[in-house]
């Protein structure tokens, strides 16, 4: 594999608007005629094509399902408790969100 000369890096730093269709024509075929020569810039071409098409098309399978009320329940009597002892204690995390003894 050749050194990427500067023309490849040009052609890099393009690469992204050209593959999303927002080069200007002329640049466009510029790059278009670069990929037709060299290689390099056509295999990292088409392994970016592929990751954005990846992630276009990317979907998580399911989304999580709602928390139980007896899991939002506890998870308010988790936040209630440390909200509580935040207030009792002169003593915080650097951030300030924290209700435990972080000196430990
Ligand atoms: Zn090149």
Same mark, same amino acid.
């Given at each position: 594999?050749?050194?990427? %000369?500067?023309?490849? &890096?040009q052609? $890099?730093d393009? $690469?992204s608007d050209? +593959?999303?269709?927002? +080069?200007?024509?002329?640049?466009?075929?510029?790059?278009? &005629?670069?990929l037709?020569?060299?290689?390099?810039? $056509?295999a990292? =071409?088409? =392994? +970016?094509? &592929?990751?954005?098409?990846?992630?276009?098309?990317?979907?998580?399978?399911?989304?999580p399902?709602?928390l %139980?009320? %007896? %899991?939002?329940a506890? $998870?308010l /009597?988790?936040?209630?408790? =440390? +909200?509580?002892g935040?207030?009792?204690?002169n /003593?915080?995390c650097?951030?300030?969100?924290? =209700?435990?003894?972080?000196?430990?």
């Amino acid at each position: 594999m050749n050194e990427p %000369s500067e023309v490849c &890096r040009q052609v $890099l730093d393009r $690469l992204s608007d050209y +593959l999303d269709g927002e +080069l200007a024509p002329e640049a466009a075929a510029e790059v278009q &005629r670069h990929l037709q020569m060299c290689i390099s810039c $056509l295999a990292f =071409a088409q =392994a +970016l094509r &592929r990751t954005i098409d990846r992630c276009r098309h990317y979907r998580p399978e399911a989304r999580p399902r709602p928390l %139980s009320p %007896s %899991s939002r329940a506890q $998870l308010l /009597r988790a936040w209630q408790t =440390a +909200l509580a002892g935040r207030r009792n204690s002169n /003593r915080q995390c650097g951030e300030g969100y924290c =209700a435990e003894d972080t000196t430990r």
